[in-house]
């Protein structure tokens, strides 16, 4: 863990000194800014029966949409940004079809200028949820009913997410450093979070069974027979864009949430880099990389690439 979070601080901080260039030129302008892209990335690969180098047959599709609303007018700025990404695959004779990707997320952060320095005092809230089912998968034996042997196996799946299940609202005041709508750093140190789920994946009946539930961890941090959970500790989130060169350009987006009041020393940790090289107006090369680690979902650092051609709209 120690390795990559090294590997994701020393990136921002590059990155950070990029967009630092970038940002020296860049007037604030008052009143609103609006714009968006959404953009489609699409991937096949095809084998016939005869093709001896190995491989499956597989499609699929990625659909993100990324849009910002900030604000400005005198000492205030107000900076709003909606991301949600949405993706399947399916490979051939797989019973059943697997998201590739599940995110919708809502940013804002109001800060007011300190005389006429870069820094602000500021409130943030953000809140994550996914659109759909998530599953675990696996196989189960299929067993003749004649003869109660086994004849071979076949792919199930259980529901462990759905929307809202799990949510996570935070919020709360702290001090913003920004350079400009592309490069900014927040510290909010007396934060508030809150984790919603379905009561359905917390239910337990027996004492044995609320025990056990509540000493594996809960459900996502959420003990037995409870649909929330409630944590207070500090948060950090920083964002830098881009250009790497000429229609290249790079967004690095960083979350760290401490909690204060369980193993504080465990920071949570949510790092995603977009790299978009745009080959005409439509067109787009897209590279996501996504690391996440979350003491209360998993205790192993969540990875996730993208790559594709993208169909992009500019808005």
Known sequence: MKKTL????????????????EAKEEAPKEGWTRGGNISFLFNQSAFN?????????????????????????GDITWDNKILADYGLTKLKDQEFTR??????????????????SLWYYSFFLNFRTQFDKGYEFGEEEIIDQNTG?????????????????????????????????????????????????????????????????????????VEANETSRF?????????????????????????LYSNYLEDPQNVDIDYTANIVMTI????????????????NATGAFQIREVFGLGVNYGF
């Open 6 to 21: 090294l590997t994701v601080v020393l990136l921002l901080g590059s990155t950070i000194l990029f967009a630092q260039e």
């Open 49 to 73: 029966a005869d093709w001896l180098g190995g491989g499956t047959s597989n499609i699929a599709g990625n659909l993100s949409l990324s849009y910002d609303m900030n604000y400005r007018k």
């Open 99 to 116: 998201k590739t990707n599940d995110r919708f997320e809502f940013n804002s952060l109001v800060g007011k200028q300190i005389k006429e």
């Open 149 to 221: 042997n086994v004849t071979g196996t076949r792919e199930i799946r259980t529901e462990r997410t759905h929307i809202f299940s799990p949510a996570y609202l935070q919020f709360g005041p702290g001090m913003l450093w920004k350079k400009s709508d592309n490069l900014k750093v927040n510290i909010a140190p007396a934060t508030a979070r809150f984790i919603f789920v379905d009561g359905d994946f917390t239910e337990r009946n027996t004492q044995a069974e609320i025990d056990e539930f509540n000493t594996a961890g809960g459900y996502f941090g």
């Open 231 to 255: 944590e207070f500790g500090a948060a950090l989130s920083g964002y830098a864009k881009f250009d790497i060169m000429k229609n290249v350009s790079m967004e690095n987006i960083l979350n």
């Open 280 to 295: 005409n107006k439509y067109l787009s090369t897209n590279f996501t990389f996504q690391a996440i680690y979350d003491d």
